[in-house]
């Protein structure tokens, strides 16, 4: 025979409690007192409310590992996610916060800092005392962060790292064509500050998907033009983080700093001119030499260009050049032998 449970009816609770209620007035029990009689029935409410939360935090833990880590359900979550999203815009407009390196409005974000004078600002003379007695580029290897940081990037020194990266050969690439074919999604992406001799006006006709896929084929078989050079900058926050997946990040780059706001890459192949290249830089600065070499020239901004000397370096494969630009401008020559050179940059906010 099934066992049967005893239900307690309202009436008959309250009744009970005003019972309890009435027998510890009887009995003129002090407030302390009462405390103590009623501590068992206090471990036990609170027990039972750990309990639950503790089981609701499993819960949440578990279905968040599922998410995360069961790709099916992960993609569906996403899917699902991304409709409802979508369902929210006639409500609240949220695409202008999915680029924005900022949700709080009041804050200016980085391009809007950066006007058509900020590149033309620079340290006042008295900060020149730093550069004044530089005439060349350090070389270290096998260095810290906290030694590069302390001896290097607190006194605006540029310095060339020598075992920056792996070298061309044991990345996963084995010609240019399959390299130009790893960064196809970013020149897709419409990549801004792009100079190039392969199109007239890069700026402008790059914004054709045409025109995209002829400069692809033409950089495909990058070996049998004549001369040409192509640099470009990824500004969208996606190409940014593409970036991070097709190069590494170097071993001296602190776990603390911020990850890199915007990058670069410059190629080039037989071009010899006189005129070096200007690049719009702003930030922590890491130039990545991936292949053959480049020649890169350091001016002094600002008052500094009339006390400190012009610095020149040559960046061979494996190596990265580091600096600032509070301090330093930075030009280069894209290369004039027979062998494409390819050169990533990173950008670093700075605090």
Same mark, same amino acid.
């Given at each position: ?123 006042? $003379?008295?900060? &020149?005392? !730093?550069?004044? %007695? ?9 260095? /810290?962060? @906290?030694? +590069? ?39 897709? $992406?419409?990549? &801004?500050? !792009?100079?190039? %001799? ?9 914004? /054709?998907? @045409?025109? +995209? ?58 071009? /010899? ?79």
């Amino acid at each position: 025979m099934a066992s049967q449970v005893n239900v307690i009816s309202a009436e008959q609770l309250n009744q009970d409690f005003q019972n309890i209620l009435d027998s510890i007035k009887r009995q003129n029990l002090s407030n302390s007192e009462i405390y103590k009689l009623f501590s068992p029935v206090r471990w036990q409410l609170f027990r039972s409310t750990l309990i639950k939360r503790i089981k609701l935090s499993i819960l949440i833990l578990v279905c968040a590992a599922v998410v995360y880590y069961v790709p099916l359900v992960n993609w569906n979550v996403s899917a699902v996610g991304r409709l409802l999203m979508i369902q929210m815009l006639p409500y609240w407009n949220w695409r202008p916060l999915y680029k924005d390196r900022c949700l709080i409005q009041n804050f200016k974000s980085k391009a809007e800092i950066q006007g058509p004078s900020y590149y033309n600002r620079g340290p006042a $003379s008295g900060d &020149c005392s !730093v550069c004044e %007695n530089i005439g060349s580029i350090f070389k270290l290897d096998n260095v /810290s962060y @906290d030694h +590069l940081n302390e001896y290097h990037l607190l006194r605006s020194f540029p310095v060339v790292i020598s075992d920056s990266h792996v070298k061309w050969v044991e990345r996963p690439w084995v010609n240019m064509a399959q390299f130009f074919e790893r960064i196809e999604s970013l020149l897709f $992406s419409f990549p &801004c500050n !792009v100079q190039t %001799n392969l199109i007239f006006n890069p700026t402008r006709t790059l914004k /054709s998907s @045409d025109a +995209l896929f002829g400069l692809l084929d033409v950089l495909s078989k990058s070996e049998s033009n004549a001369s040409w050079f192509l640099h470009f900058r990824n500004c969208e926050l996606k190409t940014v983080k593409d970036t991070r997946l097709i190069i590494e990040r170097p071993y001296f780059y602190a776990s603390h700093l911020e990850m890199p706001y915007t990058t670069w890459f410059l190629v080039s192949y037989n071009y /010899s001119i006189e005129t070096p290249k200007y690049l719009k830089l702003d930030g922590l600065i890491i130039v990545m030499q991936l292949k053959n070499l480049l020649k890169i020239i350091l001016s002094p901004r600002g008052e500094c260009g009339r006390i400190c000397k012009e610095l020149k370096v040559e960046l061979h494969e494996g190596q990265a050049l580091v600096f600032s630009t509070d301090l330093w401008a930075m030009e280069y020559l894209p290369t004039a032998s027979n062998e494409t050179a390819v050169t990533f940059i990173s950008e670093t906010m700075q605090k």
